[in-house]
């Protein structure tokens, strides 16, 4: 076995392979870009090294770079996590050039996996069933719209050269083939150095059907059982579970049989996964990634095995157990939650972790690579943490999931957790058939912004602060008798006043006319009916009147943080603000278009004096992996540009603006 490796990636996969090595008593090396100098991938870590600049390219993607570290640190072997430098063949030869063990596929499988087209020919010719399609090297648009137009609408326009949902377009005809060709163009050169595109038949309801294969340098390959991967958005995953469900036992043995094939066509060994989409109980080969997949804990959770244990036992030469596969045992779901904000298409959030607070799953584990106080930067991925939930049955494990989701307490940015809570309670999840399009089809309903604290929360909060101030009224600062002229609960020389308060939930904010009564107040919410509420506090749990009526709350009082109140397994929070302040000014504000978040200008659709409909796309952005349209608020004709392509922008910098 190694006794040092270096880990050429960052964030969750880094320290998940880190705790994996200090278990096997092998000392990791870490590598760090500027941005990630005190990174909780460094933090864990023997030792670590710097590479570079915070973007990707000068840094992580540095191959020459990475292995000059690990030839200095002394380490025998060098793990790349996923994404990155996961695939790239030249790395891997690179590394054994250098005298040191990449810990994945041989690079020749990794070059003929890693072209789409490639990879097609060589399932075709080995038994194993694909997509109608078009995946030659005749690249011209004309050629790549007649293929279209033979393969017939909705086809699918994918990168050639890579994975994880970038450059990857659905069309559905053809007067929008040109300008998705353009945009998937765009996106893989950007993400992959290589603009070649292929086409396929855009299945209508597909699902993601995945089998993780093994295979060690003694030309053992076999399966460790299958994934569901459907629930996606942007094409990239959000919600996975193993073994997948609602496949007969037929279809199960036949992705096995044609996973292993495909890993034995090009010689594999180490981790790898073959993906399928499954329709109408027919499958067809997607892509082999040849690499370890970020939703690999579903399927240790069900097998009992640790998968970087293995990868690292297979690539110091080791070979696989007689008895492999094991058996899966129960269900185990994984739920990704990114700092982005579903409701405005996915766009990433950053900031500082002020707060966070993740409690793990009933009979699971949480992967994480950021830490309370941590900044989510624009330059990598937004992915927080992977929640995995295992249970004896399906629905134990969706229910611990989305426990676990209920118990998680995050501020500082913008998360998914509201959207992934309601995909695990979603009908169609529950029943165990969603489809890749299901997020899609259902936006209004499951990308809607989270719900408004109902009146009766706010109602709570204010008559808590009041019956809590009455009862530690204000003190002199030596600690001697009541000052009256520092209580905070409305006390006036003749008789209790009334006191504004501002409670902001979800968005919204509720103006509230309360006057203290006996352990509560008497309100009034935007000028509403009066209510009276009364409240007996207890620990975690407080019982409040409402008119008479008695309602057990489950709240969470985090100071100047606000309250957390969860209802019917949804938290809610609530923070009060100030009444008093002025109004912000909104004159303008749909007139002057800003950048969301720090990104890199990758088209600029307009110009100076043209018309534009509301709904238009006028700039797009590329920040944090993922393209973010600037979108025309309302109809007008623009002024003024404030970017040109390829220009970086910062957090608020001017982009558009539109004639008054």
Not at 5 to 17: F, T
Not at 111 to 136: C, D, F, I, N, Q
Not at 172 to 192: M, V
Request: proline content about 6%.
């Amino acid at each position: 076995m190694f006794k040092t490796i270096l880990i050429a990636n960052r964030g969750e996969i880094a320290v998940r392979v880190i705790r994996t090595a200090r278990r096997l008593g092998i000392r990791s090396i870490a590598v760090f870009s500027e941005a990630d100098a005190v990174a909780l991938h460094v933090r864990e870590a023997d030792e670590a090294h710097p590479i570079g600049p915070a973007p990707a390219a000068q840094s992580y993607l540095r191959g020459d770079v990475i292995i000059d570290v690990a030839r200095r640190a002394g380490a025998q072997a060098i793990h790349p996590g996923y994404g990155f430098l996961s695939e790239n063949a030249d790395f891997a030869e690179a590394c054994a050039a250098a005298g040191m063990v990449f810990i994945g596929p041989p690079p020749a499988a990794i070059r003929a996996m890693g072209s789409k087209a490639e990879s097609k020919r060589l399932m075709v010719a080995a038994g194993v069933p694909t997509v109608p399609g078009y995946h030659g090297e005749d690249q011209g648009d004309a050629l790549l719209a007649a293929e279209a137009a033979r393969i017939g609408f909705p086809v699918l326009i994918k990168a050639s050269a890579g994975g994880g949902g970038k450059g990857m377009r659905p069309v559905f005809s053809p007067e929008t083939f040109a300008a998705e060709l353009a945009g998937a163009r765009r996106e893989a050169q950007a993400a992959f150095g290589d603009a070649r595109v292929l086409l396929e038949k855009y299945l209508q309801r597909p699902r993601h059907v995945e089998v993780q294969v093994f295979g060690d340098s003694h030309g053992r390959i076999t399966h460790l059982h299958t994934r569901d991967c459907s629930l996606q958005r942007r094409h990239q995953k959000v919600i996975e579970e193993a073994p997948a469900p609602g496949l007969s036992d037929a279809l199960r043995a036949q992705l096995h049989e044609a996973a292993e094939n495909a890993a034995r066509a090009v010689g594999y060994s180490n981790a790898g996964t073959v993906e399928f989409i499954v329709e109408d109980d027919q499958a067809y080969f997607l892509e082999m990634n040849t690499r370890l997949q970020v939703e690999h804990p579903v399927t240790e959770m069900i097998t009992g095995l640790d998968l970087v244990e293995w990868q690292l036992r297979v690539a110091a030469g080791e070979a696989l157990p007689a008895e492999w596969p094991p058996a899966a045992e129960g269900h185990a779901v994984e739920a990704r939650l990114y700092a982005e904000d579903p409701s405005e298409d996915f766009r990433p959030s950053i900031g500082r972790l002020g707060m966070l607070y993740l409690a793990a799953p009933v009979e699971g584990r949480i992967d994480y690579g950021v830490q309370q106080g941590d900044v989510v930067s624009s330059f990598y991925d937004p992915m927080l943490a992977k929640l995995i939930a295992w249970g004896e049955s399906r629905e134990a494990a969706l229910r611990h999931l989305h426990s676990s989701l209920t118990e998680a307490l995050i501020q500082g940015v913008t998360t998914n957790a509201t959207l992934l809570r309601r995909l695990l309670r979603d009908p169609v999840m529950q029943g165990g058939v969603p489809d890749t399009g299901h997020i899609a089809r259902n936006a209004a309903t499951l990308l809607r912004k989270p719900d408004p604290a109902p009146d009766w929360m706010v109602a709570c909060v204010i008559a808590g602060q009041l019956a809590e101030a009455a009862r530690h009224p204000g003190r002199d600062g030596a600690g001697g008798p009541e000052n009256i002229w520092q209580r905070g609960d409305a006390w006036r020389l003749f008789g209790s006043g009334e006191v504004i308060f501002l409670v902001e939930a979800g968005g919204t904010a509720r103006r509230v006319v309360a006057q203290p009564v006996p352990d509560g107040a008497r309100l009034s919410i935007d000028g509403g009916g009066s209510t009276e509420v009364t409240t007996r506090p207890g620990h975690g749990h407080a019982l409040f009147t409402i008119d008479g009526i008695a309602r057990s709350v489950r709240f969470t009082c985090m100071g100047e943080q606000g309250w957390r109140i969860i209802e019917d397994g949804e938290p809610y929070w609530l923070s009060l603000g100030d009444p008093y302040a002025p109004a912000g000014e909104a004159a303008g504000a749909d007139n002057r278009l800003a950048a969301p978040i720090p990104g890199r200008v990758v088209q600029v659709l307009v110009a100076p004096g043209d018309a534009v409909k509301r709904g238009d796309i006028l700039v797009i952005i590329e920040a944090m992996k993922t393209e973010l349209r600037i979108i025309a608020p309302r109809d007008g004709v623009v002024e003024g540009l404030g970017c040109a392509v390829g220009e970086s922008v910062e957090e608020g910098t001017e982009l558009v603006t539109l004639l008054t």
